[in-house]
């Protein structure tokens, strides 16, 4: 059965830096690329960054330069770095399957960026 736990958030200054995790059970990450995904208030939830199987990664424009992207195959765990955090940032931030995700999703992990 797959598990999503998403981890890390929290409140930020702008220009401050998160670390995100997160920790999978079952044989999502064995079978899948992976990405991260944000839900912004009002928004449809949208790619932040994905990670293939050889480690090749993409980001959206918007990340292109402020967010790293990493996974550990043995933990079944994926890690997004975001620094020079931006109040565009703020969003609930999920782990899934990538390009085309599990219906399922985890609880995910809130992200405000705010002064």
């Known amino acids: 059965q797959v598990q999503l736990v998403e981890s890390g958030g929290g409140s930020v200054q702008p220009g401050g830096s998160l670390t995100l995790a997160c920790a999978t059970r079952?044989?999502?990450?064995?079978?899948?690329?992976m990405g991260w995904y944000r839900q912004a208030p009002g928004k449809q939830r949208e790619l932040v960054a994905g990670?293939?199987?050889?480690?090749?990664?993409t980001y959206a424009n918007s990340q292109e330069g402020r967010a790293t992207i990493s996974r550990d195959d043995a933990r079944k765990t994926m890690w997004l770095q975001l620094n020079n955090l931006n109040p565009e940032d703020t969003g609930v931030y999920y782990c899934?399957?990538?390009?085309?995700?599990?219906?399922?999703w985890g609880q995910g992990t809130q992200v405000t960026v705010s002064s």
């Open positions: 079952g044989n999502i990450f064995r079978l899948n690329s």
């Open positions: 899934n399957a990538f390009p085309k995700s599990y219906s399922y």
């Open positions: 990670i293939l199987g050889n480690d090749s990664t």
